[in-house]
Structure formats: structure tokens, C-alpha cells
């Protein structure tokens, strides 16, 4: 499994996984793993079906309630079941930069600005070089016209090398902020 992962063969990885799921389908590891290299395969279903089935094994298991919350809140569009997953993952783990982040964006997207602010700021605080934790906390602080700590958590996701989801998204709400115009000048 290792060897495929190492050379990109997705799915000869996968494969090799089922095949040690059907020996012991109880294996966490390899029920985690699944699912992460679904979601790389952008096969959401079946990423969910992975985690699904590692929390039957172990409901606590605090990665795959934030995998898992993170897929229904961006890929499958359940806010209801994100938010109850992001809620649970955070209440094992508040500390937990990323799962506040998790939890914080799924608020955002419930458009609760306010609770979710808070929770951002927290993650963003724990987790300063991450620009996807900037970007949600920014995009929260531009939704609650908070333009200056909008601008500050944008320009930090925009500097950063890595890319992610939502890049392009805060190079373009930090142009509206730098312009002068903001949430109000869009509706």
C-alpha cells in the first residue's frame, strides 16, 4: 500500500485496502486511509462510505468526524449533518486548530457570522501559517464588515505558497477590500 501511495497508483492503493478490509473490515487504519485517498480521487461517496464506517467502529474518532463534516459541508451540501459531526469532533477536541476551523466554517456557510468569528479567530490563533484557516476567517470577518481583520487574515492566505480551496476566492474579496468596497457594495 505504502509503495503505491509513494508512486501516485491510487488505485492499486485502494485496492490493496479492500482486499485488507475484507480480511478485517474493523480496520481503522486501513478504513482511514480509504478514505483519504477517496477523497485525493474526488470519489465522495465513497470517501463518506469510509468514514461512515470507521465511526460506526469508533464514534469518538475525532479525524474522521472532521473528514467527514468537512465532505458534507463542501462536497455533499448537508449543513445539518456537517454541523453536527464539526460540533462533536470539536467538543473531543476544542484545542484542535483544524477542527475549529471545521466547525467555525460550517457555522460561516450556516450563515451564523457571529459564533463562527470567534471560532476562527481561536483556530487561527493555534494555526497562523495555514492560509485555508485564514481564508474562512476572513471570509467571516468581509460577511461581518469587520474590513480590517478581513484584509489581515486575506492577504495572509493570498501570500501563501501552498494553494488551496478558495485561493482565487480570497485574492478577489481582498481586491473588493483594497477598492474600497466590501460585502454591502455586492448586494
Given at each position: 500500500?505504502?509503495?503505491?501511495?509513494?508512486?501516485n497508483k491510487l488505485p492499486q492503493a485502494v485496492s490493496q485496502l479492500e482486499a485488507l478490509l475484507s480480511k478485517n473490515p474493523n480496520d481503522k487504519s486501513a478504513l482511514m486511509t480509504l478514505g483519504l485517498l477517496y477523497e485525493q480521487m474526488k470519489d465522495y461517496p465513497k470517501e463518506r462510505d469510509a468514514y461512515e464506517k470507521l465511526l460506526a467502529i469508533n464514534p469518538d474518532f475525532v479525524p474522521a468526524?472532521?473528514?467527514?463534516?468537512?465532505l458534507y459541508v463542501e462536497r455533499l451540501n448537508d449543513l445539518d449533518k456537517a454541523y453536527d459531526l464539526a460540533r462533536k469532533a470539536h467538543d473531543l477536541q476544542p484545542q484542535h486548530a483544524a477542527v475549529g476551523d471545521t466547525l467555525g466554517w460550517v457555522l460561516y456557510k450556516r450563515g451564523d457570522y457571529q459564533q463562527a468569528l470567534t471560532i476562527l479567530q481561536e483556530s487561527a490563533e493555534k494555526a497562523p501559517d495555514k492560509p485555508e484557516i485564514q481564508f474562512h476567517l476572513g471570509m467571516t470577518?468581509?460577511?461581518?464588515?469587520?474590513?480590517?481583520?478581513?484584509?489581515?487574515?486575506?492577504?495572509?492566505?493570498?501570500?501563501?505558497?501552498?494553494?488551496?480551496?478558495?485561493k482565487d476566492?480570497?485574492?478577489?474579496?481582498?481586491?473588493?477590500?483594497?477598492?474600497?468596497a466590501g460585502p454591502s457594495s455586492e448586494l
Open positions: 500500500i505504502q509503495a503505491y501511495l509513494a508512486t468526524l472532521n473528514n467527514l463534516a468537512y470577518a468581509y460577511m461581518m464588515g469587520q474590513t480590517n481583520l478581513a484584509k489581515v487574515a486575506l492577504k495572509k492566505a493570498v501570500s501563501a505558497t501552498k494553494d488551496f480551496p478558495g476566492e480570497s485574492k478577489r474579496r481582498l481586491a473588493l477590500l483594497e477598492s474600497g
